[in-house]
């Protein structure tokens, strides 16, 4: 069954730097998300993307963050100048074609900003 | 208004028992309301969803409820198994031709017990 993959599973990285976090939607998907989590919260949406535009972004996603899908199969997330509080689980998700309401996440990427 | 209310915070069930999770919306505009599952360390699954236009969707044990005049959706999972201890979110969303948005609950971690 295709799945969403996301890499690297776990990232730790010095505050004021950036970091990319890569995606693999499923491949007939034509819709993706990304959502966050900071342990022990709920999940938290962070942009859609659609038809190679950003649809939807919430508050969260300030000018430090950017999103782009560089190729046919990859959708990256882009902290320019990590802060303390991004440390999170951030998920990729992806929906298929249609009225893409069914979105199906990946196993997350941890990020842990020091 | 774009808040999703999600109770209890954490349920202990016996095996075989029912395990209900509860939750009230506040946007009219919502027409789409899922339920994920999420083991520890894992993204979210989609485990059945339900639209408005229906107050009951059964799936296997996984049922929801829906009262649309309350502004409020259930879910029940029947003969409930140890195998279910997870930490389940409600969501909702107003689906668009640009994607789906999904504002989650603040989740219900179940334990099921022998």
């Known amino acids: 069954e295709p799945e969403v993959t996301q890499t690297p599973s776990h990232q730790v990285t010095q505050m004021g730097q950036e970091v990319i976090l890569r995606c693999v939607p499923i491949s007939n998907h034509l819709y993706f998300y990304w959502y966050r989590q900071i342990l022990g919260q709920k999940v938290e949406f962070l942009v859609s993307?659609?038809?190679?535009?950003?649809?939807?972004k919430s508050e969260i996603f300030d000018d430090q963050f950017s999103v782009e899908r560089p190729d046919g199969s990859n959708f990256t997330l882009k902290i320019r100048s990590t802060k303390l509080e991004d440390s999170a689980m951030y998920f990729c998700a992806s929906s298929p074609p249609g009225v893409g309401e069914t979105q199906y996440f990946g196993p997350g990427t941890r990020l842990l900003v020091l | 208004q774009q808040q999703v209310k999600q109770s209890p915070q954490s349920l202990i069930v016996q095996k075989g028992g029912i395990s209900i999770i509860n939750c009230a919306y506040e946007?009219?505009?919502?027409?789409?309301f899922p339920w994920y599952q999420q083991f520890p360390g894992k993204g979210p699954a989609l485990l059945i969803a339900i639209r408005p236009d229906v107050s009951e969707k059964k799936e296997g044990r996984f049922t929801i409820s829906f009262n649309k005049s309350a502004k409020q959706f259930s879910l029940h999972i029947m003969d409930s198994q140890p195998g279910d201890s997870a930490t389940y979110f409600c969501?909702?969303?107003?689906?668009?031709?640009?994607?789906?948005?999904?504002?989650f609950g603040t989740g219900t971690q179940l334990k099921v017990e022998l």
């Open positions: 993307f659609y038809n190679n535009e950003i649809s939807e």
């Open positions: 946007n009219t505009a919502f027409d789409y």
């Open positions: 969501a909702a969303s107003r689906v668009t031709g640009g994607g789906n948005k999904l504002t």
